[in-house]
């Protein structure tokens, strides 16, 4: 009961979630000891049966390894492997398909993501927007993962010209924010222009407002700081 709770509980294989259906998959099979017989020493059937029962031992392993794909895929991914052998070859059918599927998404997404500029997004929409391709990326693709810097240099290529003073204002901090504190200066500045009237600041003004941000950014970091050593 508790190895079908464990695999019924793991969301279904679909067109979206193949890296994270794979490693959860990968992580049930070893400790299910598993593993050796959908991709490691043990793929092959053995030829006959010996005193120890390997054939026998083998074939239940197999049985369970199957019955677990099987129940961890939708319906239209079931088809694919309805009629295959062996663990191995079910695992390997997934593999070959995905990675065609997975290719092709992951080229489109990065290239929405170079050209994503903000447009008519507030910053916490656009925010939200990069982040999500990011994470997105880094789903289909592990070593293709976004850092946070990464981030921020695409997020700034994007922004909206209103913005660019205030940007290079912020790079010449010594200190430089997180991608959280960059988020939400930029959000206060967004607020700002618009409590001005919606129109964009003057370039002294966006300047006024970065130095004090930056005096703001400094206090906050110093406090933290001093609150630790206190602790």
């Not at 050796?36 to 020493?41: D, K, L, T």
């Not at 913005?163 to 290079?168: E, G, H, N, T």
Request: hydrophobic residues 35%; contains cysteine.
């Amino acid at each position: 009961m508790t190895d079908l709770h464990a695999v019924g509980g793991m969301r279904k294989l679909n067109n979206d979630n193949y890296n994270t259906w794979s490693t959860c998959m990968m992580s049930y099979m070893q400790g299910q000891d598993m593993w050796e017989i959908i991709n490691g020493g043990e793929i092959e059937q053995p030829e006959a049966e010996d005193a120890n029962g390997t054939l026998r031992k083998w074939k239940i392993k197999a049985g369970k390894a199957m019955y677990a794909l099987k129940t961890t895929v939708e319906e239209d991914f079931l088809e694919h492997i309805r009629d295959v052998k062996t663990p191995n070859e079910a695992w390997e059918i997934f593999v070959k398909l995905f990675s065609k599927k997975n290719d092709t998404k992951l080229q489109l997404l990065e290239s929405e993501l170079l050209s994503m500029k903000q447009g008519n997004k507030t910053i916490k929409q656009y925010f939200h927007k990069v982040k999500l391709l990011c994470r997105e990326i880094s789903e289909l693709d592990l070593e293709a993962s976004i850092g946070d810097t990464r981030m921020k240099r695409i997020i700034v290529h994007g922004l909206k010209p209103d913005f660019r003073s205030f940007v290079a204002a912020v790079q010449g901090w010594q200190t430089q924010p997180s991608l959280v504190e960059f988020e939400n200066l930029l959000a206060s500045q967004e607020a700002l222009a618009k409590q001005m009237g919606g129109v964009s600041l003057k370039n002294e003004e966006e300047a006024l407002y970065a130095s004090k941000g930056k005096r703001n950014f400094k206090q906050r970091k110093s406090g933290g700081s001093n609150r630790n050593q206190g602790e």
